[in-house]
């Protein structure tokens, strides 16, 4: 459960005054999720999200994240806008920390992907990148390749708590990850945190993408690498039939893939799998004991890793 804060109801009636949206009805954390706060809360109006930024959501980012949710969901791909409250703002804070009021969307994730389901996601992945083409705000990755090293320096060796000699097989990964690069591809807005969990979808079909706070300017065929690293296996590393080529297919298909991007989805798939190696070694190792969370497993993004490895023309 991503519960880091807790909100007393009083506090939280409080903060639902400021907006025009009924009562407090409940209010239950939300099981799901690592990085931030999440509550379903029912109101004599309806039903949202409330969210309250925690460790890695920079409040000083919220307005690009919030921007670029409005126009996604603008341009038809369903996206989950935060309310305005009374006064006109869309950041509150509560319990001292932001926070936000967000449409609920329906769906539910899919746990093991189907072919046609992760066709469906690629082309809304497709989507998203049409409809950011003219978003014109940019933010850095700081969870890009520049942040890879340090973040495993900030590891340290206490990594190699989680298995025996990962310090070293990330360290000589990265170094090849570094040398091969596609610097000079085409970059965009990015959402890079496309994983199943943040596609809502009612059978195949998609009915909203959610969480980007990871959202920023990166390689745009990066995205398409993190999806394929989050949607292409199962827990225990395997590929699932057909995912993977589906996903690029159906991405492809909406929004066209280059030659030099497809070339390059190898080394990109690689660089997913030690980013999100890296962040959950951290969280594995710095997790606050008091939090309602269940962490999520370092060794999964390995295996992964290592088939990508061992597989560079799986993308051809
Ligand atoms: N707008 C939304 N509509 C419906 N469910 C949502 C919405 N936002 C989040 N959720 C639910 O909350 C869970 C955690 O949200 P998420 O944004 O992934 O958390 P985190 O910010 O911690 O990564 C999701 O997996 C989903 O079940
Ligand atoms: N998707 C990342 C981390 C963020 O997870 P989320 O469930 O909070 O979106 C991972 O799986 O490591």
Redesign the pocket.
């Known amino acids: 459960m991503?519960v880091y804060t807790a909100v007393p109801a009083e506090a939280l009636g409080a903060f639902l005054k400021r907006y025009d949206q009924g009562e407090l009805v409940s209010a239950k954390g939300?099981a799901?999720?690592?990085?931030?706060s999440?509550y379903l809360v029912e109101t004599t109006r309806g039903r949202f999200?409330l969210?309250l930024y925690e460790k890695r959501v920079s409040a000083a980012d919220l307005p690009f994240f919030l921007a670029l949710v409005d126009q996604v969901d603008a341009a038809g791909v369903p996206a989950?806008r935060a309310l305005l409250d009374s006064a006109g703002n869309a950041i509150g804070t509560l319990e001292g920390r932001p926070a936000c009021l967000?449409?609920?969307?329906p769906g539910v994730?899919p746990s093991r992907p189907t072919a046609a389901q992760a066709a469906a996601a690629g082309e809304a992945l497709g989507r998203l990148h049409a409809a950011v083409a003219d978003f014109t705000p940019t933010r850095p990755n700081d969870l890009g390749i520049a942040g890879w090293r340090p973040l495993l320096e900030r590891c340290g060796r206490g990594i190699d708590t989680i298995a025996p000699g990962l310090f070293d097989r990330i360290d000589a990964a990265l170094a090849r990850v570094e040398r091969a690069w596609p610097h000079a591809l085409p970059v965009a807005t990015i959402h890079a945190d496309l994983f199943p969990?943040?596609v809502?979808m009612l059978g195949d079909a998609v009915t909203?993408l959610?969480?980007f706070?990871f959202a920023c300017t990166d390689i745009r065929a990066y995205d398409v690498a993190v999806m394929h690293s989050a949607w292409a296996f199962d827990t225990e590393g395997h590929p699932i039939d057909g995912v993977g080529p589906a996903l690029v297919s159906g991405y492809a298909a909406r929004f066209g893939l280059l030659a030099e991007e497809r070339a390059a989805l190898p080394v990109l798939a690689e660089g997913a799998c030690i980013r999100f190696m890296l962040t959950r070694a951290w969280d594995w190792l710095n997790t606050p004991a008091d939090a309602l969370v269940t962490r999520k497993d370092p060794l999964a993004y390995l295996r992964r890793l290592e088939w990508y490895q061992a597989n560079g023309d799986a993308f051809r």
């Open positions: 991503a939300i799901e999720g690592v990085e931030n999440n999200i969210t989950p967000i449409q609920f969307l994730s969990d943040n809502l909203g959610i969480d706070y």
